[in-house]
């Protein structure tokens, strides 16, 4: 598929409503709120993609979790025809439950920014088309962030805590009914982590 036929949003627009960054700050909020087990970001086929999905706007796709191995889990899922689809190519957040050694706001916002000028490689295809990626931080800067008990980064008892975030995401406009392959991966720490994954999405 050519690429004329595949749009998307960029940093300065306001998709739905909400500011870009909004919603980067809104996947933050769904994926940490899912318990690891049902967790779309350890998903092997597609089959917890649409746990916890805050709305029918926007579909929230997942990478995998950082790791040394540069394996892309492969899924597949449908998305309505009129739905837009979040894509994080590779993000970065940081909070102090996660990090107790960040005591202030300016902290944790210079560790996410220090965290993120260590990535080494961002791309995203769709049908094989290279995708502008975009590096965008949440908005606000700082939010309040509730990290479920058994969450994704093994924060003993979560709870309610206050983060920031910053990331390369592709945020698709609705793609044309049919089927679709969408790809995005990255690195991080000078290329020694890597996330991504491959989504076999069926428009209808």
């Known amino acids: 598929m050519a690429t004329d036929k595949i749009a998307w949003y960029t940093p300065e627009s306001a998709p739905y409503g909400k500011t870009y960054g909004h919603w980067t700050m809104e996947w933050w909020q769904w ?15 597609g089959e917890l993609a649409k746990n916890n999905q805050i709305g029918s706007s926007v ?6 979790l950082a790791d040394e191995k540069r394996d892309q889990p492969t899924r597949r899922c449908t998305v309505s025809a009129d739905q837009s689809i979040l894509i994080p190519v590779i993000n970065c957040e940081s909070n102090p439950l996660e990090r107790p050694d960040l005591k202030t706001e300016n902290e944790i916002i210079e560790q996410v920014r220090k965290d993120e000028n260590t990535i080494t490689q961002m791309e995203c295809t769709v049908d ?15 939010f309040e962030l509730r990290l479920v008990p058994d969450n994704i980064f093994d924060v003993e008892g979560g709870g309610l805590t206050y983060a920031s975030a910053d990331g390369y995401w592709v945020f698709l406009k609705p793609l ?17 982590l890597h996330s991504g994954a491959v989504y076999h999405i069926e428009v209808c």
């Open 176 to 192: 044309p009914k049919g089927n679709h392959i969408v790809s995005f991966r990255g690195s991080c720490e000078n290329s020694r």
């Open 128 to 142: 094989g088309n290279f995708i502008p990626v975009q590096r965008v931080p949440s908005d606000p800067l700082i």
């Open 31 to 45: 994926i940490l709120g899912i318990p690891k087990a049902a967790n779309p970001v350890v998903d092997r086929t």
């Open 59 to 64: 579909l929230f796709l997942a990478g995998k």
